[in-house]
């Protein structure tokens, strides 16, 4: 059979090849060529060596000459980078300085590349160190690549020092490159603040690829304003139709809480006809909780023929994920089995596990995760099983997946770790996290410090936290709100101010929140006013995140005001910041204004979803203003929302009524739940003592106890008050003894305040006074609202003597009580002391107290 021509010349070229490279091999052995010190001899072969890619052979000869060309070494580092032989080039490197060849700027970038790539951030600290010390620290090429290699190898703090304190300015790549680096390690915010930086300075060297980087820290920020200035540029610099471009437009709106803008770019993108835009456009609704209109583009994306992927798979169960959708969910699931996703792509059996979980199917999920799984499943089971409480199926998955030889990541051991409860499996799961090495990555030794401080452990919570060497956002979060839960408010400051000196980490939304959240008793309005000005300084007053806590702190610091200013500045709230600012009305006795507010949410253009939280803040507003009818209007939008159903509705169904009189309409919300849970008992036990119905609350209360609900701290105080208000006191004292014997739960001030009351009421003086000396705890008896119980039980029954000793305790605790003081004078009035009287009405004249109208006491 002929050979073809070209077959035919391959071959001849493939002999004259090796025949060429056996000529070089045995020139190179040639003793006088080895001596030679002739450079031309030597780049010949170095040369050939380069262009045949035998760069060991080329190596070679460099390290036999005595001044070989830097640009062979430079050509040689990057031959290696190229068939990525990082230790290679490092060993070339390392032989290029031995040899007495300088490197030049390009050589660096060469081998800045090899680092970058390789991971190898060693290396890269004695590299920057090299720069420094050769005088390369002002050329830009150097620099920017430093810059990259550190970002990419997450070092972004490293980069951003050495990037701030090069001496010359930076060039429009540099700038692009720390940018980049910023989004890539999550540093959303500082890449904002970079970007400004930058504008000032005058840069107008940007393109598509800066864009892009931009976008998505505007869209992680919420920084709207500045995304659509970002729009602009792209727009005016010609770059609009590239894809990627407008799918990050898409994402700014998506994630600002925009969807039609959103839809509206997508509409004008002229290469909106792939997958890919479909699909970002889907996910714009799905995460904007418009989850019809997501799945209306879904079927208007098959009508068209336009082809569908994973991700369009994994979005639109994403939008299945919540029991409402559960028609949806297996409509989506069939669909994902119809084209084989489910079986093709581990990713969207992960979803379908995640879906499950969410919903609470556990049945069908441990299905899915039986016949399709991965690596990441065995994270996705975890966390499914970890929402839906079922601890100890969890252990055993976890323990299954280590037995079977898998190697969980940090993702699956932080959800292993989120649903630890118990101090002593925690410490196990430690030990284990320690010896797979894991305990290095931020995110679980956060979690670690997390599980101790939940465990109740705060001192290991501690130790992890002083272990951490290079400390993160979260870790510093993580510890403040340990500290926080445990009441250590002073220590929270304390950590704060720490973190901001260490100049390392930059304070970002969740992290201020959670020193918000330590400000959030009056006592500490002070220290809550102080960081929102250091907010407001380090410009994060437009946060949404940020604003909702500082709402929140003042209304519970009683600064309702000040929470209304920080509301109606905001331009952009949600239903959050809504149900938030509601409730701050509300629990401040501001039940006018919170009803006011709820109207104007819903009859505002931003659909907001009204939730079990917002409402209940609502049914207290009526219940304190006792408007019934408004109660009742409530009541109705509750049952036409569906949100009747919800537990923690119903109980507060049962409060409001009783405030606004209506012990049968609170019967009644009781009746008809369909799951009556222990808020429910508690609230409607409550009720009836409120009005005084004292047995009827006793019968409830028993029957809340034959139906197997373990009454807690909240339904005690609930029973004592109805026999406070019913006059029973041997049903009161064999209930508070019962607490601790039965139930083991420890009393608190509200509990022995009850039982001082009823005995009080009851003109059992003695008594109250020997249950105070020898049943509680010393800290109770310094507290107000015990000794202002036993100063009305004096003034019911004339005890003149206990009550002047009451009432000059309860001005001890507030000295400028003025019903309080009243209370005092008209004792010592009685008493015939009208030198004690007049001392008293005087000091109240010099503070300018006057008594309200109507109160004898507080």
């Known amino acids: 059979m002929r050979q073809s021509t070209s077959s035919m010349v391959s071959t001849l070229l493939r002999h004259v090849y090796t025949q060429t490279l056996q000529f070089y091999h045995r020139l190179h052995t040639i003793p006088i060529i080895r001596r030679a010190t002739s450079v031309h001899t030597a780049d010949g072969l170095i040369n050939f060596y380069l262009n045949s890619c035998e760069l060991d052979n080329a190596v070679k000869v460099l390290v036999e000459i005595s001044h070989p060309n830097p640009l062979f070494w430079n050509l040689v580092i990057s031959g290696y980078n190229r068939q990525s032989r990082w230790e290679d080039s490092l060993t070339t490197f390392c032989r290029m300085r031995g040899c007495g060849s300088e490197p030049n700027q390009f050589t660096y970038g060469s081998f800045l590349a090899c680092c970058r790539n390789s991971g190898n951030t060693r290396v890269a600290n004695n590299l920057n160190s090299l720069v420094l010390k050769n005088g390369y620290i002002n050329d830009d090429y150097v620099i920017t690549g ?33 940018i980049a680096g910023g989004v890539k390690n999550g540093e959303h915010y500082m890449t904002m603040k970079l970007y400004r930086r930058m504008v000032r300075g005058d840069y107008r060297n940007l393109n598509a690829f800066v864009f892009s980087s931009l976008l998505t ?248 936290f002083d272990e951490i060497s290079k400390r993160n956002n979260a870790t510093w979060t993580s510890m403040m709100a340990g500290l926080s839960e445990h009441g250590y408010k002073e220590q929270v400051f304390g950590v704060m101010n720490e973190m901001v000196s260490s100049s390392c980490n930059m304070p970002d939304e969740k992290t201020l929140s959670t020193v918000l959240n330590a400000c959030s008793s009056p006592q500490y ?106 109660g009742r209007q409530l009541h109705c939008h509750i049952m036409k929302s569906g949100l009747g159903r919800c537990v923690h509705v119903g109980s507060s169904l049962i409060t409001m009524y009783a405030n606004c009189g209506s012990i049968n309409d609170s019967r009644r919300s009781f009746d008809e739940m369909e799951v009556v849970d222990k808020i429910a008992w508690s609230a409607i036990i409550d009720a009836y ?125 507030e000295p400028n009580d003025p019903g309080t003081l009243t209370a005092l004078s008209n004792i010592c009035a009685e008493m015939g002391d009208w030198v004690q009287v007049a001392e008293i009405r005087e000091l109240m004249r010099k503070v300018s107290l006057n008594k309200e109208p109507g109160w004898s006491f507080n």
């Open 146 to 178: 430093l810059v990259d290699l550190f970002a990419k190898n997450g070092m972004f703090h490293t980069a951003l020092v050495l990037f701030l304190g090069a001496p010359s300015p930076p060039s429009s790549v540099c700038w692009n490159t720390i």
């Open 689 to 813: 003592a409120q009005h005084g119905i004292g047995e009827e609350a006793l019968v409830l209360y028993e029957e809340m106890k034959r139906q197997q609900v373990i009454p807690d701290a909240v339904t005690l105080i609930g029973v004592l008050s109805a026999c406070r208000h019913s006059g029973l006191v041997q049903q009161g004292l064999f209930h508070f003894n019962s607490m601790s014997e039965e139930y083991g739960i420890v009393p608190n001030v509200h509990h022995y305040s009850c039982v001082v009351d009823l005995l009080c009421r009851s003109g059992r003086m003695k008594e109250a006074v020997e249950f105070m000396e020898k049943k509680m705890p010393e800290y109770m008896k310094r507290n107000k609202l015990i000794w202002t119980s036993v100063l009305g039980g004096c003034k019911l029954h004339g005890e003149l003597d206990l009550g002047r000793k009451a009432a000059q305790k309860v001005i001890e605790l």
């Open 217 to 464: 820290a505007c869209a992680a920020t919420g920084e709207l304003n500045t995304g659509r200035a970002i729009h602009g540029f792209v727009i005016k610099y010609g770059v609009e139709e590239d894809i990627i471009l407008g799918n990050g437009v898409i994402d700014l709106y998506a994630k600002c809480g925009l969807p039609e803008h959103a839809l509206k770019q997508f509409s004008s993108m002229p290469n909106n006809h792939g997958v890919v835009p479909w699909t970002t456009i889907i996910s714009c609704f799905v995460q904007n909780d418009d989850y019809v209109r997501a799945f209306q583009l879904f079927d208007e994306m098959r009508s068209l023929g336009v082809e569908t992927n994973e991700y369009t798979a994994t979005a639109l169960l994403a939008a299945c994920s919540t029991p409402e959708m559960a028609s949806e969910s297996q409509q989506i699931h069939s669909w994902t089995l119809k084209v084989g996703f489910c079986s093709r792509f581990a990713s969207v059996a992960n979803a379908l596990i995640n879906m499950y979980g969410k919903i609470g199917n556990v049945e069908t999920l441990e299905r899915i995760f039986r016949y399709n799984r991965d690596d990441n499943s065995w994270a996705a089971m975890i966390t499914a099983l970890a929402q839906n409480n079922q601890t100890q199926r969890c252990v055993e998955i976890f323990q299954s997946m280590v037995a079977e030889g898998c190697r969980p990541d940090e993702f699956c051991m932080t959800s292993v770790i989120s649903i630890v409860c118990c101090l002593v499996f925690g410490k196990q799961i430690h030990s284990y996290v320690m010896k797979s090495g894991l305990l290095s990555v931020l995110c679980l030794s956060s979690a670690v410090l997390t599980m101790y401080a939940k465990c109740g452990n705060l001192n290991d919570s501690c130790k992890v």
């Open 525 to 630: 309005l002070a220290k809550g006013k102080e960081i929102h000005g250091y907010v407001f300084r380090i410009g994060y007053f437009s946060n949404t995140l940020v604003s909702r806590g500082l709402i929140i702190m003042y209304s519970r610091c009683r600064a309702v005001d000040d929470a209304s200013k920080i509301f109606q500045r905001m331009e952009n709230r949600d239903d959050i910041t809504w149900s938030s600012m509601i409730s701050g009305y509300a629990q401040n006795g501001h039940g006018r204004e919170a009803l006011v507010e709820f109207r104007q949410m819903l009859a505002s253009s931003g659909n907001f979803s009204v939730d079990h939280v917002t409402v209940s803040s609502c049914m207290k507003a009526c219940g304190d203003l006792a408007k019934v009818g408004h």
